[in-house]
């Protein structure tokens, strides 16, 4: 049995092979076609991979030849930057042991970065504090809520002693205070300065002296015998104004005046502790000779009148 073969099935078959040689020429058949296709030099097999790439491991447009011989085109963007979401600034964790503290985030999504690319941490700022200026000591930086440094504004207090006297009140200034400052109050002794000895006090009754406190003794008047009345007798007519003086009897100091007389006016005016001399005056208003008395209670010195 006799088979023809179609001229153009021909042309089809040698062009095939001439795409595969590179050659140009005319090819016989059988023979010649047979020639040129054994002499095609046959691909290597394909490796069996454990992990074969997809397109989600590969950078967007580029391509590569999967496990089952197929084209596979990469999809993985390959961003000019990339921002890291929910960053966090690692506290205390420095980079290679320099001033640089270490800051990290978590990529929404897949991205090949190339060399020279950027990478942005996006941090929230309350991760940097919420301190102002005014809550940082003068002169000391602080990273703010904005990410920025700044420099405090407050004040330095540096340390003082303040002495109070009692009811005094001290105003502590605001400011950054060093520690070493102190209030403390003033010594009793200096605001209790005095004179006055027990036998100068009424018995049971107490007072601060020189930042002692002191208990009286000097006895109450409790019988008659310890007062005595003196009577200056003057005869007086029409106006009179009188300046008296009476030097008391050992032992005795005075602690009262009076008159007979309804229209005179009459006052202590001085007591000489020391020379126990008393100095009073007397205003008197009157038409007739009148006998005026002037009478000076006196007490022991070493007893007080309640």
């Known amino acids: 049995m006799i088979k023809f073969v179609d001229e153009a099935d021909l042309t089809t078959v040698g062009n095939a092979i001439r795409a595969k040689t590179g050659g140009s020429g005319l090819l016989t058949f059988p023979a010649g076609m047979a020639a040129a296709i054994a002499g095609i030099e046959a691909g290597a097999d394909l490796p069996t991979l454990t992990n074969p790439a997809g397109a989600g491991d590969m950078a967007s447009g580029k391509q590569g030849i999967g496990q089952d011989g197929g084209v596979v085109t990469g999809s993985v963007p390959t961003p000019n930057s990339v921002t890291l979401e929910d960053g966090t600034v690692e506290a205390g964790v420095t980079i290679d042991g320099s001033s640089m503290f270490l800051a990290s985030g978590t990529m929404a999504a897949d991205n090949l970065l190339r060399a020279g690319k950027t990478v942005q941490v996006s941090v929230a700022a309350s991760a940097f504090g919420n301190a102002n200026a005014a809550d940082v000591a003068s002169g000391k930086t602080f990273t703010s809520a904005a990410g920025l440094e700044a420099t405090g504004t407050m004040p330095i207090i540096e340390g003082k002693i303040i002495t109070l006297n009692c009811g005094q009140i001290h105003t502590i200034p605001?400011?950054?205070?060093?520690?070493?400052?102190?209030?403390?109050?003033?010594?009793?002794?200096?605001?209790?300065?005095?004179?006055a000895a027990?036998?100068?006090?009424?018995?049971?009754?107490?007072?601060?002296?020189?930042?002692?406190?002191?208990?009286?003794?000097?006895?109450?008047?409790?019988?008659?015998?310890?007062?005595?009345?003196?009577t200056v007798d003057e005869v007086i007519q029409g106006y009179a104004d009188r300046t008296g003086t009476y030097t008391c009897p050992d032992g005795y100091m005075p602690f009262n005046l009076s008159t007979n007389c309804t229209t005179a006016t009459l006052a202590m005016t001085d007591?000489?502790?020391?020379m126990h001399k008393l100095t009073y005056t007397m205003v008197w208003y009157?038409?007739?000779?009148?006998?005026?008395?002037?009478?000076?209670?006196?007490?022991?010195?070493?007893?007080?009148?309640p």
Request: charged residues 15%.
């Open 174 to 195: 605001a400011g950054c205070h060093s520690g070493s400052g102190r209030v403390r109050a003033a010594s009793l002794g200096s605001q209790t300065a005095g004179t």
């Open 198 to 230: 027990a036998n100068d006090i009424a018995s049971g009754k107490t007072a601060w002296v020189n930042g002692v406190k002191v208990t009286g003794t000097m006895a109450k008047i409790t019988t008659a015998t310890q007062v005595m009345n003196i």
């Open 271 to 274: 007591y000489n502790y020391s």
């Open 286 to 305: 009157g038409s007739a000779t009148e006998d005026v008395e002037v009478t000076i209670s006196l007490i022991k010195c070493d007893v007080w009148h």
